[in-house]
T-cell receptor, first 113, second 113 residues
């Protein structure tokens, strides 16, 4: 079964708002986490990643926060734009040789103008 | 799409026919992956290969087969044993290190009539 899940299947925001997409993971052996964005009919695109020795990592308009105590991951998107509308997946990588990424179910972000 | 090509983009087959989906990468990546995505769902791992001439079953390997004769190619065959093959199929690849970024291809939408 999946060990990565997202708290909300959908999130609707207004253009210009900040968006927060949450993800919970349950595999204590996971030490590397990734966020992907998938637009309709396309393959997922890498957004940002974080290793377990960090609590926060910032990119361009995106920030990922990692709380290892409660096994929680979040993606914050600043000044959300209509082009940010997509499905967002978190993925975890257990620190075990030969394992593949484990993906959550995804959150659909809808941005209205 | 990071140098990963999948062809064709849309594929139609009659029930009972085997079909092979192509995945090629020019990123010199060691590992390659196949995922299945159903409407509104997350990514489910079918097969993966970490090195040429070797591959492992994922979570939903039944009814599928793969080969990895060349580093750049990882074709997926959907056999007639797959009970519900209509789906969006995604190929991905990454480098040797577990924390190397995993990139996805554009996907193939298979419809079985």
């Amino acid at each position: 079964g999946e060990s990565v899940g997202l708290h909300l299947p959908t999130l609707s925001v207004q253009e210009g708002d900040n968006s927060i997409i949450n993800c919970a993971y349950s595999n204590s052996a996971s030490d590397y986490f990734i966020w992907y964005k998938q637009e309709s009919g396309k393959g997922p695109q890498f957004i940002i990643d974080i290793r377990s020795n960090m609590d926060k990592r910032q990119g361009q308009r995106v920030t990922v926060l990692l709380n290892k105590t409660v096994k929680h991951l979040s993606l914050q998107i600043a000044a959300t734009q209509p082009g940010d509308s997509a499905v967002y997946f978190c993925a975890e990588s257990p620190n075990q040789a030969g394992t593949a990424l484990i993906f959550g179910k995804g959150t659909t972000l809808s941005v209205s103008s | 799409d990071g140098g990963i090509t999948q062809s064709p983009k849309y594929l139609f087959r009659k029930e009972g026919q085997n079909v092979t989906l192509s995945c090629e990468q020019n990123l010199n990546h060691d590992a390659m992956y196949w995922y299945r995505q159903d409407p509104g769902q997350g990514l489910r791992l079918i097969y993966y290969s970490q090195i040429v001439n070797d591959f492992q079953k994922g979570d939903i390997a039944e009814g599928y087969s793969v080969s990895r004769e060349k580093k750049e190619s990882f074709p997926l065959t959907v056999t007639s044993a797959q009970k519900n093959p209509t789906a969006f199929y995604l190929c991905a690849s990454k480098g040797f290190l577990r924390t190397d970024t995993q990139y996805f291809g554009p996907g193939t939408r298979l419809t079985v009539l």
